[in-house]
């Protein structure tokens, strides 16, 4: 029984296998890959909640893809569909985009979404032939082979590795580019909290000008001092600590504003010790000359700098008897306890301790 099919369906299917090419619509896969992975970054990026979804999404734009380019009807076309979209998948995958941060997706609705994207995109990338040509299409390809599936554009022993391997180039330099990419925002996005903590940080720090300190307690200004100095600001009984701009120079100017406006004998003593090499032992002695226990130890101390450690010893052992203070007994004793010559050797470096202000 001879199939009667009209002519004019027969050059309608034969138009359409002719057009058919398979190294086009592998290299168009592979590259339709890069907007497709970046689409899936972007994505990403405005709301990771979507992430699984791309898995079905991509499947059907890489189905797209292979079918506008390549046109074909031979399942080769649908195999290079479907291992593009894996590859984009593990591409995905492999940079961490499957899940959003937080999400908890069972890994069943997972595999459902890449199973929906890996069988669109085999099912779209191969196209077929309409029903009313299907007697064209079983004559032209039934008894024989059709001549475009000879071509070598259409064998898929050569297509299909051309697709896995160009694939392969354009999903990794697009992962190095999205790489790249990804340590640009990280280092703005570091870069800008460092800059919001930094103007925040600078907001507790006080103005050290004369008007603006001398709205402080001195117990106050002695804090902000050693705040600027150390760069943390301790609390008024010194249990909790918090960040502070960190500036000498600051530190220096609130003790020479108490020293010098108030005769504060503490902020003397601090400053003089900050400013030791630099004749600060004059502050000290207008300290101890008002009587700062500190200061007095100091000056006590320099006996035994000298080498007059007996002259010391006696001195410090004398002011352990008279002073109330129990900060300035400890500190006595720690000098008796470690000697001279290492408590001499701190006198040259800048010091603002803690018990200075209690």
């Not at 709301?47 to 506008?68: K, Q, T, Y």
């Not at 069988?119 to 009313?132: N, Q, Y």
Request: hydrophobic share 45%; net charge positive; aromatic share 12%.
């Amino acid at each position: 029984m001879t199939l009667q099919v009209n002519q004019q369906e027969i050059d309608a299917v034969e138009a359409k296998l002719q057009r058919q090419h398979g190294m086009k619509a592998a290299i168009a896969a592979a590259f339709w890959a890069v907007p497709i992975l970046v689409l899936w970054y972007v994505t990403y990026q405005i709301n990771d909640s979507f992430a699984p979804l791309m898995l079905a999404i991509s499947g059907i734009l890489v189905g797209l893809a292979v079918r506008f380019h390549g046109r074909g009807y031979t399942p080769s076309f649908g195999i290079i569909a479907f291992l593009t979209h894996l590859a984009i998948v593990i591409a995905a995958f492999l940079f961490g985009m499957s899940l959003g941060e937080g999400q908890a997706v069972l890994a069943v609705m997972l595999a459902g979404f890449y199973v929906a994207g890996a069988w669109a995109a085999a099912f779209i990338g191969r196209a077929r032939i309409p029903f009313t040509q299907h007697r064209a299409i079983y004559l032209l390809t039934e008894h024989k082979p059709h001549p475009s599936h000879k071509r070598l554009r259409n064998r898929w022993i050569i297509t299909i590795p051309v697709s896995v391997i160009v694939t392969g180039v354009t999903l990794s330099a697009t992962l190095f580019t999205l790489a790249g990419v990804d340590f640009v925002n990280t280092s703005a996005s570091y870069a800008q909290r460092e800059s919001e903590q930094r103007d925040a940080l600078e907001q507790k720090a006080i103005d050290v000008t004369s008007e603006s300190l001398s709205t402080l307690t001195n117990d106050e200004a002695m804090r902000h001092a050693y705040a600027f100095f150390h760069g943390f600001l301790p609390s008024k009984k010194g249990f909790r600590y918090s960040r502070y701009p960190k500036s000498e120079y600051k530190s220096k100017r609130i003790l020479s504003f108490l020293a010098q406006e108030r005769e504060h004998a503490r902020a003397q003593f601090v400053l003089g010790r900050l400013t030791y090499t630099e004749n600060g032992g004059a502050l000290i002695q207008q300290a101890a000359e008002k009587g700062d226990s500190f200061a007095k130890i100091h000056q006590a101390t320099e006996f035994g700098c000298f080498g007059n450690t007996r002259r010391a010893t006696e001195l410090l052992n004398l002011l352990a008897k008279t002073m109330t203070d129990a900060s300035a007994k400890q500190e006595i004793d720690s000098i008796l306890h470690t000697g001279f010559d290492s408590v001499c050797a701190e006198f040259s470096r800048p010091d603002f301790a803690m018990m200075y202000i209690h």
